[in-house]
């Protein structure tokens, strides 16, 4: 027994030996990598520790996506982190290693905050809302690390803040989409505002403070989590809800004055509250500089002038909201101003009816999508999976902004979903049969439009899984006086067990395309107006719960 331990303890030695001498040959091998990364991911979270005061531990692991856990544990990816350590330079992958692990590491001070909302949500909305939070915590923290309390870092500043704005920006969900995490737009904003916050707090100069406080609403009795929480809401608008009820209407149209001696924008507009209950508004209007050549949107912006409403709107009630903005700083030979108000996403606004909020709590975490081409996703998630009146009330819900136009037969929304090159957008809701029409204008070339349309029809087709049954109702087009308008009806063709109808007017040179869907609970139709001579095109899709 002792010769047979004598003999493993030598080859146990010799095994340790060549392992050295391996180590000595090759320094750059893999094991000495991750060892390298293993330790600036310590050193940073250190730093983060050191700067909240709220414990975490972070590991590597060989997983596609990083996530947060609410028992203090942190794990990042591994594969993703080697990825970009081989894509930017040593100085840029620390800027972006901190903006992940303060991301991740903001979820756990928001756990230590409100774990039981956070653990137990189902809701896509609530979770885009924790998301945007977790994003300005980590501006500020980013800002804090590398004590950025310039103001000129909040601009398209050359560097580290720059790289962390379009970082930021390329992590977004698609623009007005049914998913889990901010917008393009909004992870940029979010991130903005925390960078903003941290210039507050470690300024000296009152100046500053004063600039911060108008352009960014911070304010300076609250601490980082409670001005993040208000902030998310107004980043992601949450919940929307509570703007369904809201109309708004511009009461001028905008005024530039273009002059030298007073460079400004005049806006009016008006909210009105056509709901049963007090809905308190949080509203930012601004100017920004938009890059005018570089045409990649994550190219971060110029903030410029901004200005707040607060105020509680009763049922029955309206306020106009105007004043004047002034652009002069964000226009230069490089970038054009550019007047910004809700309901675009990169406006900060939110309505609140101090009540809890109907939430979208039976949401997943994996949205479907259906890709139209490299620009154009369709997302309507689980309203589209089952379009029954259960999940029409959610698509109206998540999808529908302000109130544009009421009448007696219907009620005119602004839409959340925007295409684009559409200069119009609009969702009705009809009274008379609880059905939806979602409206769209478009500015595009006819490649463009057909493209649109044989997407939705297919991603329609794909996300329902329904088997179509041929309909065959249409109703004859007459005008006014009772004339046959001239529309062929005899163009039909079998599409997907379903049927597209084309009808032509050959003295108007207008062509209509339609393909109606319908099942058992549900019939959805799909319908394209070209205008050939002006070249302008709609798009018309309905809904209707049997």
Not at 65 to 82: A, C, D, K, M, Y
Not at 151 to 158: D, I, P, Q
Not at 438 to 446: A, K, L, N, R, T
Not at 469 to 495: I, M, P, Q
């Amino acid at each position: 027994m002792r010769k047979n331990n004598f003999s493993q303890t030598i080859c146990w030695l010799e095994n340790i030996f060549w392992l050295h001498i391996l180590f000595l040959v090759l320094p750059m091998s893999v094991a000495a990598k991750v060892s390298g990364l293993e330790e600036e991911v310590q050193n940073i979270a250190e730093k983060l520790i050191q700067i909240e005061g709220i414990d975490a531990t972070f590991t590597l692991s060989n997983v596609a996506n990083h996530s947060s856990l609410s028992n203090g544990q942190i794990q990042l990816s591994e594969p993703h982190l080697t990825t970009l350590r081989s894509t930017y330079n040593r100085d840029e992958f620390d800027a972006l290693l901190i903006i992940i692990m303060a991301h991740e590491y903001g979820h756990q001070i928001e756990y230590s905050l409100d774990r039981n909302s956070m653990v137990q949500t189902n809701s896509c909305e609530k979770r885009t809302y924790y998301e945007a939070q977790a994003d300005i915590i980590a501006g500020y923290l980013f800002a804090v690390a590398y004590k950025y309390y310039e103001y000129s870092k909040l601009t398209n500043s050359s560097g580290f803040a720059n790289l962390a704005l379009r970082f930021m920006y390329n992590l977004g969900d698609r623009e007005y989409s049914i998913g889990t995490h901010p917008s393009f737009k909004q992870r940029r904003n979010a991130f903005r505002m925390g960078m903003a916050y941290a210039i507050y707090s470690h300024t000296e100069s009152n100046a500053v403070k004063d600039l911060i406080s108008a352009e960014y609403n911070v304010p300076s009795n609250l601490s980082l989590y409670e001005w993040s929480s208000d902030m998310s809401k107004a980043i992601c608008h949450f919940p929307n809800e509570c703007l369904l009820n809201i109309k708004h209407e511009d009461v001028n149209e905008l005024q530039w004055n273009k002059t030298r001696d007073n460079p400004t924008v005049r806006f009016s507009e008006r909210y009105s509250n056509l709901g049963t209950k007090t809905v308190h508004l949080f509203l930012q209007y601004k100017v920004i500089g938009e890059n005018r050549t570089d045409n990649d949107p994550s190219y971060a912006d110029i903030h410029g002038d901004s200005k707040f409403f607060e105020f509680d709107l009763e049922p029955g009630d309206s306020k106009v909201c105007s004043g004047t903005l002034n652009w002069s700083n964000v226009a230069t030979t490089s970038y054009m101003p550019l007047f910004i108000s809700p309901p675009d996403n990169e406006a900060i606004y939110y309505g609140d009816d101090h009540n809890d909020p109907n939430l979208d709590e039976d949401c997943t975490q994996d949205m479907n999508y259906s890709l139209l081409d490299d620009k154009i996703i369709v997302d309507y998630g689980s309203a589209i999976q089952k379009l029954n009146r259960e999940s029409l009330t959610k698509f109206k819900r998540l999808q529908l902004g302000f109130i544009s136009e009421i009448t007696d037969d219907f009620t005119d929304h602004q839409s959340r979903f925007v295409f684009p090159n559409s200069t119009e957008n609009t969702v009705t809701r009809y009274n008379d049969d609880g059905s939806m029409s979602y409206d769209i204008d478009f500015d595009g070339s006819e490649e463009q439009i057909n493209k649109i349309y044989v997407g939705l029809k297919t991603a329609l087709q794909n996300l329902t899984g329904y088997s179509f049954a041929f309909r065959d109702d249409y109703s004859t087009y007459v005008d006014e006086d009772g004339n046959d308008t001239g529309f062929d009806h005899n163009h039909k063709a079998s599409l997907n067990n379903g049927i597209e109808l084309i009808r032509k007017n050959e003295r108007e040179e207008l062509n209509e395309m339609e393909g109606l869907f319908s099942d058992t609970q549900c019939t959805v139709s799909i319908r394209l107006t070209k205008n050939i001579r002006y070249h302008r095109y709609s798009l018309n899709l309905n809904f209707k719960a049997l």
